[in-house]
């Protein structure tokens, strides 16, 4: 129905020249502060804090029926020490963004103090930091308002498929209504737009791509599809029965009219098409966005980095190493010291993520664990 379109090409830096690798992390400015910066001229500015590990869902690509091992409530940050890593980034690393991600972040009932604490900070442009919220949405219609008053901006729901029976058997819960609650709530108290995430699996619901889609535009929702990656149970994915990005966009193309979002993408994960009433293109219907972590990495643009509920800095998602934080947190540490060891780990950032490289390792910990 329309002119094809494709997905731009992968980004991911160069390896730089022994003259261009400086041997020691760049010295912090006169005033203590300094950036999240790395050798390849990255700059973290958005910053991904896990609150729990714990879910209320059990979908079957990112655990087992039963759950899985809980960390031990000791292990977990407590509420102060969350606001007070979140404030080291903020305050003194050039962080701007924070989303809150789980687990599912809602079992967190201190939720809204935690917003509304890390609202109250500023940053290095004299503004609050953005903020926003990956979450399943149970509970969510009933949380919307108090969450949107503490100074969330923004939220990010998960929803594979809007067929109750597909949803049932994919989340191990008959929970989909409560979800469509919640979307309508967010809406009504202005946190918007909504983004709607959707994870693409074949076989499971493959079909459902159009018809999400539709959904999402008529709620005024912005879809983005996401390829499965290897961050749940290691039997869960392979390369091989992967649903690409590819795939994906021409399941969309032949039911919508789209073009290429004109907007700049910048170092947001999606990429964005609009999609159109009539081939005139005259009246905007919305938008629609695919992740292709896979197929079309864009490590040369990422500007995240994460803090696990337990207190450790991960530079990739799909990294198999971490900086413990906690442990030197809670022996005494100064804001100065952490603030160090977090830029020096920042520096240490590896180019790419190599998922489609051979000597690839899928991560040790579940997307639960790492954080949304």
Known sequence: MSTPVTLPKPTIPSTPSAQDVASDLPAANADGTRQLSDRYGRIARDLRVSLTDKCNLRCTYCMPAEGLQWMHNDKVLSDDEVIRLVRIAVEKLGVRKLRFTGGEPLLRKSLPSIISRAKALTTDTGEAPEIALTTNGLGLDKRAASLADAGLDRINISLDTIDREKYTALTRRDRLDHVLRSIDNCSEVGLNPIKINALVMKGVNEDDVVDLADFALNKGAQLRFIEQMPLGPREAWSREDMITADEILAKLQSAFIMTPAKQPRGSAPAALWDVWEDADRSMRRGALGIISSVSYPFCGDCDRTR?????????????????????????????????????????????????NDESFLQPARTMSAIGG
């Open 307 to 355: 803090l696990t509920a337990d207190g450790a800095i991960r530079t990739c998602l799909f990294s198999n190493s971490e900086t413990q934080l906690r442990d030197l947190l809670r022996g005494g540490a100064s804001d100065e010291e952490l603030a160090t060891i977090w830029a020096g780990a920042m520096w240490e950032k590896l180019p790419g993520h190599d998922i």
